[in-house]
């Protein structure tokens, strides 16, 4: 079974950084797909950052520029790197990770393409 705990979070001001680290545990290894979602109050759960299996990395479009996922070789950490953040990514922020293997990596876009979840963190942002 796979253990995901995220960590990182916190208030900060609009413009700031923040990183936000995520502990792999279990039999995690390098033909996971990790990813990064976050869900604001009120609105679902949205992917903000996967990394396939293959290497290949998808940021969605609200925060490209801003946001960058990265991890270890060994899979035994994932990061989520935040710049320039703004009120609008307040949010629950959760590290996933996939077992599964898609024809098309628009797959890795849906909650429900990842096994297992971490607990979240919190990340809010103020003006």
């Known amino acids: 079974q796979v253990q995901l705990v995220e960590s990182g979070g916190g208030l900060v001001q609009t413009g700031t950084s923040l990183r936000l680290s995520c502990a792999v545990s279990?039999?995690?290894?390098?033909?996971?797909?990790m990813a990064w979602f976050r869900r604001a109050p009120g609105k679902e759960r949205e992917v903000v950052a996967f990394r396939v299996y293959t290497g290949i990395r998808y940021t969605s479009d609200s925060v490209k520029g801003r946001f960058t996922i990265s991890g270890d070789g060994a899979q035994d950490m994932v990061y989520l790197q935040m710049n320039n953040l703004k009120p609008e990514d307040t949010a629950v922020y959760y590290c996933?990770?996939?077992?599964?293997?898609?024809?098309?990596?628009?797959?890795?876009?849906?909650?429900?393409?990842?096994?297992?979840w971490g607990q979240g963190t919190q990340v809010t942002v103020v003006s």
């Open positions: 279990g039999r995690a290894h390098n033909s996971y797909t």
């Open positions: 996933a990770a996939s077992g599964a293997f898609y024809a098309s990596d628009s797959s890795y876009y849906a909650p429900s393409a990842y096994q297992h």
